[in-house]
């Protein structure tokens, strides 16, 4: 199993630019979500998925947009890169907590994004 | 939301010695609580957690509390080692895949 899968790693992007994280996991977890870490603030939810189709916003969801097609697959859009885009984005995957196990989120490797 | 803050933001202890991370949650409806270890540059990895009908729960040399009616939780680890040496986050929610992280606790362990 490779995991949590994340890419690119780095991406250097100017103002106003749009791109888009891609995040896959083949450990068939039912519930996907996105970080962003910044320095002194831990990490903050931006969306999460617990299923395919079936979306919802976290914390920070402004200037960010997801899609859950299918269950391995969760990419994260930045519409109009802004600096304060500027973060690492860590996505992570989890199955069923309770009966079926302790709920673990599983990261991917992070990916590194600086908007100038 | 859900709205954790974890104390200190930096700490360091002697090999050997022990370390102590709390944090402390607004939402009493939250009854999952996991800590995270994360070495620089990185992923975050879980290594413990508890659920609300549990008071503590033990790890080897890690070991975690919660106090509900008080709304705090804290990580304890006993016989520091250089590895232990990395930031650890706690964590707040009803579910796993929606949490609120606290900012972090950089731990340096001196040999």
């Known amino acids: 199993n490779a995991g949590v899968t994340q890419t690119p790693k780095f991406q250097v992007l100017k103002t106003g630019q749009s791109m888009t994280l891609q995040c896959a996991q083949d450990?068939?977890?039912?519930?996907m979500s996105w970080y962003r870490q910044d320095p002194g603030m831990g990490l903050r939810l931006i969306h999460y998925s617990v299923g395919a189709g079936i979306t919802d916003q976290g914390e920070v969801p402004n200037g960010y947009n997801v899609s859950r097609s299918t269950t391995e697959d969760f990419p994260l859009r930045l519409l109009s890169a802004a600096p304060s885009q500027t973060s690492v984005y860590f996505c992570?995957?989890?199955?069923?907590?309770?009966?079926?196990?302790?709920?673990?989120?599983?990261f991917g490797e992070g990916s590194r994004l600086t908007v100038l | 939301g859900e709205n954790v803050e974890q104390h200190p933001s930096t700490l360091s202890v002697q090999e050997g010695d022990s370390a102590v991370i709390k944090c402390t949650y607004s939402?009493?409806?939250?009854?999952?609580f996991p800590w995270y270890k994360q070495e620089l540059g990185k992923r975050p990895q879980l290594i413990i957690d508890i659920r609300s009908n549990v008071g503590e729960k033990k790890d080897q040399r890690i070991a975690v509390t919660l106090n509900k009616t008080a709304k705090h939780f804290s990580l304890h680890i006993t016989e520091t080692q250089p590895e232990d040496s990395a930031v650890y986050f706690c964590?707040?929610?009803?579910?796993?895949?929606?949490?609120?992280f606290g900012a972090g606790t950089t731990v340096t362990v001196r040999a």
């Open positions: 964590a707040a929610g009803l579910r796993d895949y929606k949490l609120s």
């Open positions: 450990m068939n977890h039912e519930y």
């Open positions: 939402d009493s409806a939250s009854n999952y």
């Open positions: 992570a995957s989890s199955y069923s907590s309770g009966a079926r196990g302790t709920g673990e989120l599983f």
